[in-house]
């Protein structure tokens, strides 16, 4: 009885209490005295609450107590007494009644994750990078990157594996690693050994997220089919590795190098590797070398790299030897257009795929000679088979019949050869797709076996800037192709991706999210989630770089764009805050756009807008503007003074620029980069810059880390009066002493803030990467580390206030559902986690390589208001948006298999179940809770008992329990 006491005791004292309750005394007319006293040092946040409707009046202190808390808090005290001048957030004497304000005091933060939003397995938005199957049939896709210029405008992520089943179900992921594999099994991949036997992918590119260091880290890298179940063969123009069937490596799983090297400037064509029948070797075509040119179509037709070849590969070194070359290839352009295809660097090589069956024969595809040309193992043609523009070729084994893709620079074809020794035509043929270029659009091609009909599973990327990978299932019926499944969705909307730049209305809970090109969205409401696409009242879509909310104004500004391949020189307009955003013009102009120019040019990859804001106590405008090569300075603060209130005019204040804006300089140079500025109450200004002090220490395992050395900076606090302030953050350790001169700088916020693009300078590297990080209205920053997967949130003084985030993959959901194969995870899961942007009761999180935003509640261990938080719009049920969409089925008829796919906004309870057409139950298919996004439920055609059922209609219907709301859709079981 005595210990147990004794932890209850321990308990109590480890937990905040008040000493004495919060009290609020008027002192005159205006002024108010807020008294408490707690029993231990810890994390406060003071605010006024108007009763009424539990908004914040003003967020008057927050921090830690203890030896230094930032003002009005005292120090070296738990009994505080704290002075309100009755003004409101933005310096206005608010129109509420003394009988309904009370001071809400808060201690020890304790942040809760509350819901994921974006998170879409089925969303491929940037490169096709190829598939292959495992021993159990399910289908392995690659995808994520940007090959080069030739692929998606979502430049910014990690390429991933993903495995499905071939009914297009989402099972895992596979790259980036999960969170709960031991150490042993992804030390090759590239970790962080971190404190008590933890780890965390290592940062090994910065201008994309690439968190290993092996082939996944390459742009072009690609999934080769192969026979070999038990691993993943990756290619690229450079080399290749394995990788184990589940994304594992073992020791000897390294990037081997192709002996001798291609030239880096001369590299052209599409890699096609293809085991031998000697598992000592693989086949490689596809490459050639022309013109450093990049833009030219010309080969060379002499030298090792000459196109027309095909090079033995030694697995074991990367060595080749050449082992077919074609003669007469064409080596113009011109030629080469009107023989192979394309034009430039759109245009084909000689040769593309190759396969090989167990005999030795080695099927390539030659469209030089529009052909598949047959070889066996000592390179002596055997047989051809006519096929114009041929591109991949595989072989069904078990029954010897031949499929061929054929790909012009628009069309891509899957065709049928029944008997590959006899057949002069393809059987059957039918369109998979289209197809832009080359490089970009290379489709992958495997063959499997269900219910005894072979099933061919073909994955490509649309088309170019922002299209969607594509992955689709055929069965060969023996007289036809018959589409059964597209895996990959086509065209997700709206296309949550990137996450870099998030703002969030503090009044009423709305998220803004920028996407990674110019598409603007934003979720309006959360007690039924779902994402908008950002436009005016005249439905006119709103593209943007950037946003920034002026809630003392309810007013949204942006730095408007226009998609690639156009001028992100954009300027700064605004708008309401309503649903539909309605321009809000100067009365001098009669236009909404506060200045014509705003920033520097610049491509959907390089990005000039390094982030801007205005201050609520001013309406001054601060942005931050990036040049991203010299001789042009690094970086460019720029000042936009406005007469904040009245509207009647906007004067800002500079020089022109040639171009025909108007700035004045800040800070300049700052030769270092800089992602997001944010001003506070009174009027600070606060700067994310690439450079940390001499004084920060490196935490465990990241020593070696190339995103610690070159992408972590910090946030740092200046004056509202500073002027022409020069720092230089080209060194790693550069603000050591630098910033003990600069003037109007007041407080260097060393937590890590990351990830900056580039390498250790503003001048290695492109500068394509920058995060976000906030301060609310008590002047706490929220601070974002993509490099160590965490989220500081700090004090104004720089104590630490919380410190969350853990690494962890897309199926780390830290114990909240989703799709596919949830795992052991980390409370806070975090992959690469680049933007935080944070309202009074919710932080919310960008995280570019999951693909979602994560939503967390700052919950506290004491409250003495508990029942006091935010009730708003936001907070209301919206009944025009419904808990359950986009109900399908297919394929329609089906036999024996259907797949039943619905879209929820939000968590939501739903029950799906099959009925008869009389409206009898026929089997429950789930009845629970359903993950936000995109889900996906399969049916045998069997009743709940297991018997089969007769063929004819069915009623598949999805319903939301609590809303009452459900879908239907009819199906037809054909037997």
């Not at 001798?260 to 598992?279: E, I, M, R």
């Amino acid at each position: 009885m005595k210990i147990l006491l004794l932890l209850i005791v321990v308990n109590l004292l480890a937990t905040p209490l008040f000493v004495s309750q919060p009290q609020m005394a008027k002192n005159g007319e205006s002024s108010y005295t807020i008294t408490f006293t707690l029993n231990e040092y810890t994390d406060v946040a003071v605010a006024i609450i108007n009763t009424k409707d539990s908004t914040i009046v003003r967020s008057l202190a927050a921090g830690v107590l203890g030896t230094n808390p930032p003002l009005p808090l005292q120090p070296n005290s738990l009994s505080q007494t704290l002075t309100w001048d009755g003004l409101d957030n933005f310096g206005r004497s608010p129109s509420v009644p003394d009988s309904l304000l009370k001071v809400r005091v808060r201690a020890g933060m304790k942040p809760r994750i509350v819901s994921f939003h974006g998170d879409d397995a089925y969303a491929m938005y940037s490169s096709f990078n190829g598939l292959c199957l495992n021993k159990n049939g399910k289908i392995i896709i690659a995808s994520g990157m940007v090959p080069g210029i030739t692929a998606g405008s979502y430049d910014d992520t990690q390429t991933q594996l993903r495995e499905f089943d071939l009914n297009g179900i989402y099972v895992k992921t596979l790259f980036p690693p999960p969170a709960n594999l031991p150490k042993s099994a992804v030390e090759p991949l590239g970790i962080n050994a971190l404190d008590n036997n933890e780890w965390s992918p290592c940062t090994w590119g910065l201008n994309f997220a690439t968190l290993s260091k092996t082939l996944l880290t390459s742009q072009l890298v690609e999934i080769i089919p192969t026979s070999d179940t038990s691993e993943i063969l990756l290619g690229s123009p450079n080399g290749f590795q394995t990788l184990r069937i589940d994304g594992t490596a073992l020791p000897g799983d390294t990037i081997r190098k192709f002996i001798p090297a291609v030239s880096q400037y001369q590299n052209k064509g599409t890699t096609f590797l293809s085991p031998s029948a000697n598992p000592k070797y693989l086949y490689l075509s596809g490459r050639y070398t022309g013109p450093t040119d990049n833009y030219s179509g010309t080969a060379n037709d002499t030298g090792f790299w000459r196109d027309g070849q095909i090079w033995k590969v030694e697995k074991a070194t990367g060595k080749l030897t050449p082992w077919i070359a074609l003669d007469s290839v064409p080596t113009k352009d011109s030629l080469r257009k009107v023989l192979l295809g394309g034009s430039g660097w759109s245009g084909f090589s000689a040769i593309h795929g190759i396969t090989i069956d167990d005999s030795g024969h080695v099927f390539v595809c030659d469209r030089l000679h529009k052909r598949i040309s047959v070889y066996d193992t000592n390179a002596v043609l055997q047989h051809t088979i006519p096929a114009n523009n041929p591109d991949e070729v595989i072989l069904n084994k078990k029954s010897q019949e031949l499929y061929v893709v054929t790909r012009t620079i628009s069309t891509v074809t899957l065709n049928k050869y029944a008997n590959w020794k006899t057949a002069t035509t393809a059987s059957y043929s039918v369109s998979i797709g289209t197809s832009s270029y080359p490089v970009a659009n290379n489709p992958s091609v495997v063959v499997t076996e269900s219910d005894g009909k072979p099933i061919i599973v073909v994955g490509q990327k649309k088309g170019n800037y922002g299209s969607a990978a594509i992955v689709s299932t055929f069965s060969d019926d023996g007289t036809k192709f018959t589409k059964l499944k597209t895996i990959v969705q086509e065209n997700p909307n709206p296309p949550l991706v990137d996450f870099n730049r998030i703002a969030v209305d503090r009044r009423n809970e709305n998220v803004y999210i920028q996407n990674g090109v110019n598409g603007l969205y934003k979720i309006e409401n959360w007690s039924n989630p779902v994402v908008r696409v950002c436009s005016t009242s005249a439905n006119k879509v709103l593209p943007a770089d950037d946003m920034v909310i002026d809630e003392k104004r309810n007013l949204l500004y942006l730095h408007e764009s226009v998609p690639y391949p156009g001028s992100h020189n954009g300027p700064i307009t605004r708008y309401t805050l309503d649903h539909k955003h309605v321009p809000v013009p100067f009365e001098n102009t009669g236009k909404n756009v506060v200045t014509p120019w705003y920033g520097n040019g610049g491509d959907v990859q390089g990005k000039p807008a390094r982030g801007f804001d205005i201050s609520p106590k001013t309406g001054k405008i601060i942005g931050i503007n990036a040049f991203m090569y010299p001789p042009s300075p690094g970086i460019r603060h720029m000042e936009l003074d406005m007469l904040p209130d009245t509207g009647s005019a906007d004067t800002i204040k500079g020089i022109n620029d040639t171009t025909g804006g108007k700035y004045s300089i800040l800070i300049n140079p700052l030769h270092c980069q800089s992602g997001g500025v944010k001003f506070d109450q009174d009027g600070n200004f606060y700067v994310g810059i690439k450079a940390t002090s001499s004084t920060n220490t490196i935490p465990t395992g990241y020593l070696n880390d190339n995103g610690y050395k070159w992408g972590v900076g910090s946030v740092v606090k200046f004056a509202p009066d500073a002027k022409n302030i020069t720092a230089n953050g080209q060194n790693w350790y550069a603000l050591s002493s630098t910033f003990a001169n600069v003037t109007g700088h007041s407080k260097i916020y060393s937590q890590g803030f990351a990830p900056f693009g580039g390498s250790s300078t503003i001048y290695k590297g492109c500068m394509c990467r920058s995060p976000r990080f906030d301060v609310d209205y008590y002047g706490r920053l929220f601070i974002p580390n993509g490099v160590t997967k965490k989220i500081a949130v700090v004090d104004n003084n720089g104590n630490t206030i919380v410190e969350f985030g853990k690494y962890g993959n897309r199926d780390s959901r830290g114990g909240l559902p989703g799709p596919g194969e949830a795992i052991s995870s980390p409370e806070f899961p975090l992959a690469y986690p680049v933007s935080a942007a944070a309202s009074d009761e919710y932080i919310y999180i960008g995280d570019m390589i999951n693909w979602r935003m994560m939503r967390v509640k700052m919950e506290y261990y004491l409250d003495n208001l508990p029942g006091y938080s935010p009730t708003t719009a936001a907070m209301q049920n919206d009944k025009g948006l419904s808990p359950v969409a986009e109900l399908s089925a297919s394929p329609n008829p089906f036999n024996p298999n259907s797949t039943i796919k619905f879209y929820t906004p939000a968590v939501t309870e739903i029950k799906l179940a099959v009925y008869d057409l009389k409206g009898a139950l026929v089997c429950e298919l789930f009845n629970g809770r359903a993950a936000a996004g995109n889900n996906s439920y399969s049916w045998n055609g069997r009743d709940s008992r297991g018997v089969k059922m007769a063929s004819g209609l069915y009623v598949y219907k999805v319903a939301s329990r609590n809303a009452r709301v459900s879908k239907t859709v009819k199906t037809m079981l054909s037997k």
